[in-house]
């Protein structure tokens, strides 16, 4: 009930700094979320009606009743050609019924000893692996991120200007292994590639990233040739 009635945005005072305390629980967050969908959706499906004149003078008659001491609702005289209800009298008369209207679905929604259930959460994220590389100057780097679930490798480069002839040339050294290449890749912009089986199991948490400038005729290489431009560490996130 605390979670509709903080969707409904009824709560004052002590109950309302409770609820704003308790939106930190996830859970309560997402009875709050569920009740303000529930409640938008009851709104959709009520529509719309224009009350008939009748009713807006029997508001302004109940809201003035020291102007119409001992009058027959039910008997009302013909409508003036400016009824002549206050706005703030309308207005007022709107809201309490809104908020009944409100009170009311949130009672006759909320099942009695079944706790409402809130919506299934989304699934969390699965863990990547990311690399950022940057060399002593600034100016050339490397960030790269390795989605292990679908076997993608993504990198954004910046400043790998190589000399003509050559081109940088990605690798992977495991902590007790020898490089191994992961191919060519451009000298700057963003790129995304497929990544083998076996290149997948070199790339865990602790293996390093590293770019030299290679002969791009002949790649890929069984060694890199120094000096090592850029080199960094895979972590999980």
Not at 68 to 86: F, T, V, Y
């Amino acid at each position: 009930m605390l979670a509709g009635e903080m969707a409904l945005g009824v709560l004052e005072g002590e109950a309302l700094a409770e609820a704003q305390r308790r939106m930190a629980d996830r859970a309560f967050a997402n009875e709050v979320a569920w009740w303000r969908h529930r409640l938008g959706a009851l709104s959709e499906k009520a529509g719309s009606v224009e009350p008939s004149d009748g009713v807006w003078r029997a508001i302004d008659l109940r809201l003035n009743a020291d102007d119409h001491q001992g009058a027959d609702i039910h008997r009302l005289p013909p409508p003036r050609e400016n009824p002549g209800p206050s706005r703030w009298s309308i207005a007022t008369a709107l809201a309490g019924l809104g908020a009944a209207a409100a009170a009311i679905a949130l009672y006759v929604s909320t099942p009695g000893p079944v706790p409402v259930a809130p919506p299934a959460e989304a699934p969390a994220p699965k863990p990547v692996l990311i690399a950022q590389l940057q060399g002593d100057d600034g100016v050339m780097r490397l960030a790269s991120v390795i989605d292990p679930a679908s076997g993608r490798l993504s990198l954004s480069i910046e400043g790998l200007d190589a000399q003509p002839g050559t081109a940088p040339e990605l690798w992977v050294v495991p902590q007790d292994g020898a490089p191994v290449s992961l191919g060519l890749i451009p000298q700057a912009g963003s790129t995304e590639r497929s990544l083998s089986a076996e290149q997948a199991d070199l790339l865990v948490p602790g293996a390093t990233l590293a770019v030299t400038f290679e002969d791009e005729t002949t790649a890929p290489h069984q060694a890199p040739t120094p000096p090592i431009v850029l080199a960094g560490t895979l972590d999980r996130v």
